[in-house]
């Protein structure tokens, strides 16, 4: 998932320079009208309100122009497909009422000449987000990317990095590979909203009526894809010109149901969780659907626009919705226990002290080359930027390393005392000499050196898991050894999370209590105060505690045992030597009587 993570990145930055330039002039180009295909008018397109200052206007388009599509060249088609290719002429022809066809020589516009502000705010909320979906689609890489949700969940975020109407497409001059790559991104779109099917019908109690419509889903993605293709294909050829504009980005009416039914099969997952876990799987599930409803209407909106300002103003809304989904589905991550919060802030400080560190090794450099070493030349600039780059490239692990470190030790302290605490009482353990003290300060030590709201200890008796001791509420008091929880644990014996399971514990980790292969116990931890997920760590640290508690029990059960076991034996023996006693004693009393008789 990492390397689709770096591919993505890769993407927007394209997308960012295409859109912007960076020192050159950008390709992205823009109509300054509304060009859009009228009601029942799909073999052509019309110009609408174009702006006073806009490309339209300066080329000689009116409001009501008429473009009819087989009338266009291959690079006027694609162009109206997606978007025009700013420094490249189109050759436009326009039909105008009372007035026969004529040829109009087409400049796109850039998002630099005029009403520049708005034209940034319709492409930066879409590159934010994007950017934001592929932190998290990292973020879920790096954590928690065993689990099947948590990879369909980072597939998907880093599907939505180039939904076509989250952010833009690529365009080159070059108008068959701007083709192929609006091609690519609306493949991606497509999987995106698949894989949201996926994800709803993977959560909750599985029915027939659910299973109808995530088919239905399915179904509606898999027709839009060939009007997808049956598009691309009428481009090229300019033969069946109507499919084109049904399936385009302009027109979101084949995107309508698919949003529907993914909104329907999200609803359904989360109305048929359990309800101690129906906040979590509506965290997780609702955010993405609802933004792409609310896009999905802006676009619709934004393309019966009546003016090019309540066209931008639309689109731009559609892109703050996806912004609000991925912060959603990020808080989602942290507060839902996917993510844990003091991680995502470590690696955030980390990295941002590193790339601060670099570029003030750059800055200074620079300032000793300009006033302290003014005299050097441009050559000698040029090797010492380059050293520097050299030596910072070498040294860049260590520097990590240090900060990473520095950064733990500053933020992190009581978290990692909590943690030292714990795997040093999984040695003190071992010299209790009473079990029931034993589980007296195990749960003492979970009550201060962790943030769980809630604990408890459950103990083998008689097959089944029975509570010892506890603070806090919500734990289960007897589990039965076939629970499902019991048997990973048996089978297993690594911590659990009991909300993937049927099973009567109520907790957020489950750490298995464990001597010579046999759980004597569990260690049950409910959610934490801020309600962010155990870190790898804390998991480490608990699971030590815990071996450490259950070799003592072990020990201490065993011995408990022992004593009984001779304590029984010598109570055996004293009452056979008593009834022994008792039987001979008439016998021994007639010989004493007749001896001294």
């Given amino acids: 998932m990492l390397a689709g993570c770096a591919i993505a990145l890769v993407w927007i930055v394209a997308v960012a320079v295409d859109s912007f330039g960076f020192f050159a002039k950008p390709w992205y180009g823009y109509w300054d009208a509304v060009v859009g295909t009228p009601p029942s008018q799909s073999s052509l397109m019309t110009v609408r309100v174009p702006r006073a200052d806009g490309a339209s206007a300066r080329a000689g388009l009116k409001d009501g122009d008429v473009l009819v599509l087989r009338e266009q060249n291959f690079a006027t088609r694609v162009s109206l497909f997606i978007q025009p290719t700013a420094g490249v002429p189109l050759d436009l022809v326009v039909r105008r009422v009372e007035r026969p066809p004529f040829h109009v020589r087409f400049f796109a516009g850039t998002t630099w000449e005029s009403e520049a502000v708005w034209k940034m705010l319709l492409v930066l909320p879409g590159i934010i987000s994007s950017l934001w979906f592929i932190a998290c689609a990292a973020l879920i890489a790096i954590r928690v990317s065993t689990s099947f949700d948590a990879r369909v969940l980072g597939a998907t975020l880093l599907c939505l990095c180039s939904l076509p109407f989250n952010i833009n497409s690529i365009l080159v001059p070059n108008p068959t590979l701007s083709l192929l790559m609006y091609g690519f991104v609306q493949a991606c779109g497509l999987a995106a909203l698949t894989l949201l099917v996926l ?39 300019n033969g069946n010109v109507w499919a084109p504009w049904i399936a385009s980005s302009g027109d979101t009416s084949t995107q309508i149901p698919i949003i529907i039914l993914l909104l329907a099969t999200a609803v359904s997952a989360v109305a048929t969780t359990p309800g101690n876990e129906r906040p979590r799987i509506a965290w997780l599930l609702l955010p993405l659907p609802v933004a792409l409803t609310v896009a999905m209407v802006s676009n619709f909106i934004a393309v019966a626009g009546a003016s090019w300002y309540v066209l931008v103003g639309m689109e731009v809304l559609a892109g703050i919705a996806m912004l609000l989904g991925a912060l959603t589905v990020t808080y989602a991550l942290l507060k839902r226990r996917v993510l844990d919060f003091e991680f995502v802030l470590g690696r955030t400080l980390v990295v941002a002290t590193v790339s601060l560190i670099v570029v003030a090794a750059f800055i200074l450099l620079e300032w000793l080359l300009g006033t302290v070493l003014s005299n050097v030349s441009h050559a000698t600039g040029l090797i010492a930027n380059g050293a520097l780059a050299l030596i910072l490239g070498f040294s860049l692990r260590y520097i990590h390393a240090r900060v990473d470190a520095l950064v733990d030790a500053v933020l992190f302290r009581k978290r990692h005392n909590d943690e030292r605490a714990l795997r040093d009482f999984a040695t ?75 099973t009567a514990l109520r907790g957020a980790l489950a750490l298995p209590v464990l001597s010579r292969g046999r759980l004597l116990g569990i260690l049950v931890l409910g959610e934490r105060a801020g309600g962010e997920a155990y870190a790898p760590d804390e998991i480490e640290a608990l699971s030590q505690f815990a071996r450490g508690v259950g070799s003592s029990l072990d020990a201490l059960t065993s011995g408990d045992t022992e004593s009984i076991g001779a304590l029984k034996d010598a109570i055996a023996s004293a009452v056979a030597t008593l009834d022994a006693t008792m039987r001979a004693l008439p016998e021994t009393i007639a010989s004493r009587l007749q001896a001294r008789l």
Wanted: charge should be negative.
């Fill in 428 to 502: 003190e353990a071992q010299y209790v000499t009473d079990s029931q003290e034993l589980l007296d300060r195990t749960m003492e030590m979970v009550r201060r050196h962790t943030d769980a709201r809630n604990a408890a200890i459950l103990c083998v008796d008689n097959g089944s898991y029975v509570t010892e001791r506890s603070f806090g509420d919500g734990i289960g008091s007897l589990v039965p050894e076939n629970d499902g929880a019991i048997l990973a644990l048996k089978a297993w014996h690594k911590p659990i999370d009991p909300h993937h399971y049927e």
């Fill in 199 to 237: 994800l709803s019908s993977h959560f909750g109690a599985q029915s027939r009526w659910r299973s109808w419509i995530a088919g239905a889903a399915y179904a509606s993605v898999a027709l839009c894809a060939a009007l997808y293709v049956q598009a691309h294909y009428a481009i090229v050829s």
